[in-house]
């Protein structure tokens, strides 16, 4: 590991976020938040890896990923969550595109302040997570087989486990 | 004037991040931890380099309270006076620093943008005034986490307080005592 006092509390702020228990968003939920972000940021990695974790926490639906990441409005999830969807994405393109009016529609839909609260944080700590991936240019494996293995990985055990091994073939 | 955020806080009253914090402890734990490790945990660049670097990109993500909070925090490192709060927008012109931290605040600005927007060009001139590959890591780090610090105040709509002056205290708080309490 490069540096290991910064990924004890990035690897924690993860867990949190997406693995621990929480009062009403399933973990499934939390990771599409975390995949639909990252596909926002055009972040191959953080996009394959959680959206294995949630097709993995969601049924093994990985149809249901696809569609969302394609459009959430036509995508077979709950109203709620669309409208979640769509204030992760404002907070991706930046915090201050958040609008009252986005706020009262999800509430509308049935959503808590805790669920507001932790969209907004989970959409605003992937922009960290896909910059810190991408600004440093690490090496992202094309390899679905990959991905999917490491992602049941995580939907089981969360992100405080070592990862299995993977040899680094990339050429440059 | 009476501000609401988006949400519901426990107290009103606190300011930008802070209301926030207090409202949601678990997450506030691991938020605070990371903070405390990019901004005053070992490393080569100096503890006012690393807050330089944190009110920079507050700035070019236009969140008021995370720039000039961070930015007091900086001065409190330096000794120097609030006027470095404004300096750090004009890209420091003004104060004297390093080769070394305007190279890298130059990565900072280009990960504010967009990871993939770091070119080989940005990296090199860095390495060039000296700066090591666990500064650029952690440069690239912190201005990320800002780009997620910045978003969370900003898009749950939190109040901040207006001018330079009301930030003294929290700046040298931030820089002394630290993040571990808020």
């Not at chain 1, 290991?4 to 939390?30: M, Y």
């Not at chain 2, 995370?66 to 930015?71: D, E, G, K, R, W």
Request: hydrophobic share 40%; with cysteine.
């Amino acid at each position: 590991m490069f540096r290991p006092e910064t990924a004890a509390p990035l690897n924690h702020l993860v867990q949190t976020l997406l693995h621990n228990n929480h009062p009403t968003l399933s973990q499934g939920e939390r990771e599409l938040i975390a995949t639909y972000v990252s596909s926002l940021n055009s972040c191959k990695y953080c996009c394959s890896i959680h959206g294995a974790v949630a097709k993995h926490q969601l049924d093994n639906n990985g149809l249901l990923i696809e569609r969302v990441l394609a459009n959430p409005d036509t995508a077979p999830i709950t109203e709620k969550m669309k409208t979640l969807l769509k204030i992760a994405a404002k907070v991706q393109r930046e915090g201050k595109e958040v609008l009252n009016s986005d706020i009262v529609h999800a509430r509308k839909n049935g959503a808590t302040d805790i669920e507001i609260h932790d969209t907004v944080l989970i959409a605003a700590a992937f922009c960290m997570f896909n910059r810190y991936v991408d600004g440093l240019d690490t090496w992202q494996p094309d390899d679905d087989e990959l991905y999917e293995k490491m992602g049941e990985q995580r939907a089981r055990e969360g992100y405080l486990t070592p990862p299995f091994k993977v040899q680094n073939v990339k050429t440059k | 004037m009476f501000y609401m955020a988006h949400i519901q806080l426990l107290n009103e009253e606190l300011p930008g991040i802070v209301g926030l914090l207090n409202t949601r402890p678990e997450t506030a734990e691991p938020l605070l931890e990371l903070a405390e490790t990019l901004l005053r945990g070992p490393s080569s660049l100096t503890r006012g380099e690393r807050e330089i670097i944190a009110a920079s990109v507050s700035y070019w993500n236009k969140c008021h309270f995370c720039h000039t909070s961070h930015a007091s925090a900086a001065a409190a490192h330096l000794k120097c006076g609030l006027e470095l709060i404004d300096d750090i927008k004009a890209g420091l012109p003004n104060t004297p620093v390093s080769e070394k931290l305007r190279a890298l605040l130059k990565i900072a600005h280009q990960v504010q943008r967009g990871g993939k927007q770091v070119t080989c060009l940005e990296i090199d001139t860095a390495r060039k005034t000296g700066a090591t590959d666990i500064e650029i890591h952690d440069t690239v780090l912190i201005a990320a986490a800002f780009c997620m610090y910045n978003r969370y105040v900003d898009g749950l709509g939190t109040w901040a307080p207006g001018p330079n002056e009301a930030y003294v205290e929290m700046g040298e708080r931030m820089a002394n005592i630290g993040y571990g309490k808020f």
